[in-house]
């Protein structure tokens, strides 16, 4: 490659900036981390220290059993409804957006004009326009502060972006595997089911992860959505108790907030390679 | 679904007829129909009406009584200005420090996996736990920044930055920056890896050096992504609400109130519906504006 060519001292200058980086990107989460490990004795010291003095795993016994919020939900009941309200978003939107994102990929006409620009102009409203009709519609149907009308906003507003990526992986399988097996004389459903399915399987499921993490992380909807105590999802629980919050409590906040984060991290890390690839095929050449 | 079935197709056959895309199409097009456009049409309208929580209220239509509300309404002014500035600064400073960390991780350097990570982390988080750890970091005791201006001997290590009116903008923009990292490096790394080799080979073998390489190679092949994802970054952080709510709930004062955080407040604190899709549609006005830029930029470059 050009670049071995190059002085050493272009090399020595990447690497420090590479390292400034990874510091600039890695020390909020190093101090999260930290702080979560500290006692309440460390935690009003005038100077705090990166590496904590005494480790305790106290603010996580804290953020499991002590009740942190609003009344007495748990972060374990919060991380439930979150559980609920997330998979059962995945898996609406994921069966919902599926046939229509295999129309969008394979028609070239009017309609699949018309869904990728409704897909990209559904990014540009402000979500104050939308949420205040749904919360009238819902309203009316006694659905506010109740999980399955927060499922139903989630569903709508996940599908645009599930839909561009379910059809970018759809656009992925050769047309010729299609054409072959229509040829022979299969429907169009067998063809659906038994060549198209298996080969968008790892898409699928990549897509309803990144559902369900989109879900799992959502805050505004569900504090337009959701008043009682006991529906509160894990976001909720975590910004009101950041109202209650004394310098104290910043351990157990801690705790909790990574504990929140670890089910979509892990999910990130598994989908990651896939969710880039899928997202940019399209994107990039177009 | 009536398919015929037997009988060898032609290869026209094979083509999704008008009536089977319609059929596959209704499963998504009902909720999004329902859910999606017809409330969004309605919350336009809403806008123009004095609509107000709360049961049995009667809504009328007003015309433009909410926008002339609007201007003369200081507070609704600041927010935009917050808005456009936050939006603008976060927007710049993420695209510059992601362009820059894209071309790094296209090179190959060692222990580069372990920056692409990190750049990712913000993108599996949710903003409200982003929010909290960067209170952590900002803590005027128990935090990271001040402790680290204390011992460098720098001055500042007394301020408590999320309620001190000069610097919560600043130190929100910061935080802004900070959780958009990965969309925006992911699109341009994507971008950079696009470009051939042969291009830039051909301009080295010609003595081309690396700053020239980049002005007139890299970034005119990477205009297309670079224009797509920043109009999305502006749109996106201009709409933006859960991470200030967390830092600043918009304070001190209405020192970091964007836009999204006036509207709620508006809608459901006070219940002034109309007033909120009012603002709403003001936001539209306003990244409608921003669009009309950038694919005008866009078709000067198709047309040149």
């Known amino acids: 490659m050009i670049v071995s060519s190059r002085p050493k001292t272009t090399r020595t200058f990447q690497y420090a900036a590479l390292v400034g980086y990874m510091l600039f990107l890695a020390f909020p989460l190093l101090w999260l981390l930290s702080v979560s490990f500290k006692g309440p004795r460390e935690l009003v010291e005038l100077h705090p220290h990166l590496i904590p003095t005494e480790w305790t795993l106290a603010n996580y016994h804290d953020a499991l059993h002590g009740d942190i919020g609003i009344g007495d939900v748990t972060l374990l009941h919060a991380a439930w409804n979150s559980t609920k309200v997330a998979g059962l978003t995945a898996i609406l939107t994921t069966l919902v957006g599926l046939p229509a994102a295999y129309v969008l990929a394979r028609t070239s006409g009017f309609i699949s004009k018309l869904g990728l620009g409704w897909i990209l102009l559904s990014q540009m409203f ?11 519609l819902l309203r009316d149907l006694h659905l506010t502060d109740s999980h399955a009308g927060l499922v139903f ?6 599908l645009p972006f599930i839909l ?22 299969a429907t169009r459903l067998t063809v659906l089911r038994t060549v198209i399915a298996p080969l968008l399987a790892p898409g699928i499921v990549v897509t309803a992860l990144f559902a369900f993490i989109t879900a799992w992380n959502e805050f505004f909807l569900a504090l337009v959505l959701l ?57 990039v050449k177009g | 679904m009536r398919i015929g079935r037997g009988g060898p197709r032609s290869r026209a056959g094979v083509a999704l007829s008008g009536r089977e895309a319609f059929l596959l199409l209704i499963p998504a097009m009902v909720p999004i129909l329902v859910l999606s456009v017809a ?32 201007i ?31 071309l790094l991780l296209s090179q190959p350097l060692r222990a580069r996996w372990l920056a692409r990570s990190l750049a990712l982390v913000p993108w599996a988080m949710p903003p409200v736990v982003v929010g909290i750890m960067w209170k952590l970091v900002f803590q005027p005791q128990a935090g990271v920044i001040n402790e680290l201006l204390y011992r460098a001997h720098l001055p ?11 610097w919560a903008l600043p130190a929100v923009i910061l935080v802004g920056v900070w959780a958009g990292m990965p969309q925006t490096t992911v699109a341009l790394l994507a971008g950079v890896q ?23 190679i890299t970034l005119p092949q990477l205009r297309p992504v670079i224009v797509a994802i920043v109009t999305l970054d502006l749109i996106w952080n201009f709409n933006s609400f859960g991470l200030v709510y967390v830092l600043t709930l918009g304070g001190p004062g209405h020192a970091t109130e964007l836009p999204m955080l006036f509207a709620y407040d508006q809608a459901f604190k006070f219940g002034a519906f109309g007033y909120a899709a009012a603002l709403g549609d003001a936001m539209v006005l306003v990244i409608a504006t921003i669009l009309v830029f950038t694919i005008r930029g866009r078709l000067k470059d198709v047309t040149r």
């Open chain 1, 227 to 283: 008043q009682s105590p006991n529906l509160t999802t894990l976001p909720l629980l975590l910004a009101r108790f950041v109202g209650v919050e004394g310098i104290v409590r910043l351990g157990p906040l801690a705790a909790s907030a990574l504990l929140a984060t670890l089910p979509s991290l892990i999910l990130f890390t598994v989908i990651q390679r896939w969710l880039t690839r899928g997202l940019m095929s399209g994107a």
């Open chain 1, 164 to 185: 561009w990526m379910l059809q970018s992986y759809v656009r992925g399988i050769p047309r010729d595997l299609e054409e072959a097996a229509m040829v022979d004389g």
């Open chain 2, 156 to 166: 500042g290590s007394n301020i408590d930055w999320l309620s001190d009116f000069t």
């Open chain 2, 72 to 102: 003369h309404d200081s507070l609704f002014v600041n927010s935009f200005k917050i808005g456009l500035i936050w939006a603008g600064a976060v927007t710049f400073i993420q695209f510059c420090l992601a362009l820059g960390l894209a």
């Open chain 2, 194 to 216: 696009s470009i051939s080799d042969d291009l830039q080979e051909a301009a080295a073998v010609d003595g081309a050096t690396t700053l020239q390489r980049f002005w007139t």
């Open chain 1, 126 to 136: 402000p979500l104050i326009l939308i949420i205040i009709p749904l919360f009238l």
């Open chain 1, 153 to 158: 906003v989630y569903v709508v507003w996940t």
């Open chain 2, 39 to 70: 409330p969004l049409v309605r919350g336009i309208y809403l806008g123009f009406t004095d609509s107000r929580a709360g049961f049995g209220v009667k809504t009328s239509y007003i015309g433009l009584e909410n926008f002339r509300r609007l």
